[in-house]
């Protein structure tokens, strides 16, 4: 309920602030620059995050998180309206606290669902993210139009403090072990911190499933980056549509979403991963090839919904893949290392989107980001067939 909550304000704030930014600058540099500097925190500290993650009390560090992130929101109130830099530094701030949530959030569900379940569990939570957004894109639109970008940013602060509140009630029985002896001090737990951290990366590195969905995680995460920051100028200048027809696109891409959701529960005991996986790759590409080719509403939206749900299912079914295996108490670690290529891969494509966007064209690059989706099935293929007997210790079988 509490994800819910602040994914609900989330989708509100993250419709609502590119259009508002491409509607006082109608540029595609100052609307990727807003997401590439909420990608800055991940690449710069998601890896460290991870390390910090693993030695800490995951539960209160959620709340923790969604305290801090509510109070940084909260300062755009006292910033003058039209003033791009300071949100870019608002937003760079929420977002460096927010590098803590993935590897948390992670590494508390593992904690909590035994790894025979995390399908059904990660499809369960994907069903609900995708219930916010259905519901998220047509809110922060109406809201945007309504009474202007502060009520969107008002209502993602109060999602955050309700979420902060109901996940400070969950009972959550902790598993680590105080320990005893002498105090260390603080060059030990230095050192100590900063072995942890590179030795989580190098588990990524000697392993060659961890790398192979990596690899296969860095290609997505490109073509996503780059279709972030060229979807609104496609749906405004190519289609020739507004901030309304847009959020009901995200809306039914949300839709999509819920329906992969439903369909990853009743096909994850009767097929494979890995075909799951390559098919629905290969499917993502060819809907978006057909998405940006065919700029006719009704046919972006049943393209879109499609587009929802083989995301849904080839990213839940991978990233579930690396929960099982990882030794838990490299969890956090693990998914610090994932966030961190999250977003050197998204910065990239949302940077080569942002400048070559004007010179290349809208419609060409989003090609080449629906081609993305084609190599990572193709990389993945021989790859991840050849290693999906690793055990859940990273060796082989």
């Known amino acids: 309920m509490a994800r819910m909550i602040s994914g609900l304000g989330d989708w509100i704030f993250l419709i609502a602030m590119p259009l508002y930014i491409f509607d006082i600058t109608k540029s595609t540099i100052a609307t990727g620059s807003m997401f590439i500097i909420q ?3 991940r690449l710069l500290f998601g890896s460290i995050a991870g390390t910090f993650v693993d030695k800490r009390n995951k539960k209160w560090t959620l709340v923790i998180v969604d305290v801090v992130r509510a109070v940084a929101l909260a300062l755009l109130f006292f910033v003058p309206s039209g003033q791009l830099w300071a949100f870019l530094v608002i937003a760079f701030i929420q977002n460096l606290v927010g590098t803590l949530f993935i590897p948390a959030h992670r590494s508390l569900l593992v904690a909590t669902i035994s790894r025979e379940r995390l399908v059904e569990a990660n499809s369960i939570t994907v069903v609900s993210d995708n219930i916010i957004r259905i519901i998220g894109p047509s809110i922060g639109d109406a809201l945007l139009g309504i009474a202007g970008v502060e009520i969107a940013i008002a209502t993602d602060i109060f999602s955050y403090m309700i979420s902060s509140v109901l996940l400070s009630l969950v009972a959550v029985k902790s598993s680590q072990q105080k320990q005893k002896g002498a105090e260390i ?5 230095w050192l100590e911190f900063w072995g942890n951290w590179w030795n ?16 296969m995680f860095s290609f997505i995460w490109l073509a996503q980056g ?3 920051v060229l979807f609104v ?4 200048n190519e289609m020739g549509q507004t901030s309304v027809e847009f959020g009901w696109i995200e809306s039914v891409q949300g839709i999509g ?7 990853l529960l009743k096909l994850n005991k009767k097929v494979a991963p890995f075909p799951l996986i390559i098919s629905s790759l290969l499917a993502s590409g060819g809907f978006a090839l057909l998405q940006f080719n065919i700029p006719i509403l009704f046919f972006v939206f049943i393209m879109n919904a499609f587009l929802g749900i083989t995301d849904v299912i080839s990213s839940v079914r991978l990233e579930t893949l690396l929960q099982e295996q990882v030794p838990e108490n490299y969890m956090g670690r693990i998914f610090g290392a994932y966030n961190t290529l999250m977003a050197l891969t998204m910065l990239i494509g949302m940077s080569i989107a942002s400048f070559l966007g004007e010179m290349m064209g809208t419609v060409m690059l ?19 067939k050849q290693n999906m007997k690793v055990s859940r210790h990273g060796k082989n079988d």
């Open 39 to 41: 990608m800055l925190p």
């Open 185 to 189: 001090s603080l060059k030990q737990k």
């Open 200 to 215: 989580g990366l190098k588990v990524v590195g000697t392993n060659q499933l961890y790398s192979t969905i990596f690899l």
């Open 226 to 228: 780059m279709i972030n």
């Open 233 to 236: 100028p496609y749906v405004i």
């Open 257 to 263: 979403g819920l329906i992969g959701g439903y369909l």
């Open 366 to 384: 989003l090609n080449i980001s629906a081609l993305l989706f084609f190599l990572t099935g193709i990389v993945g293929y021989r790859a991840l």
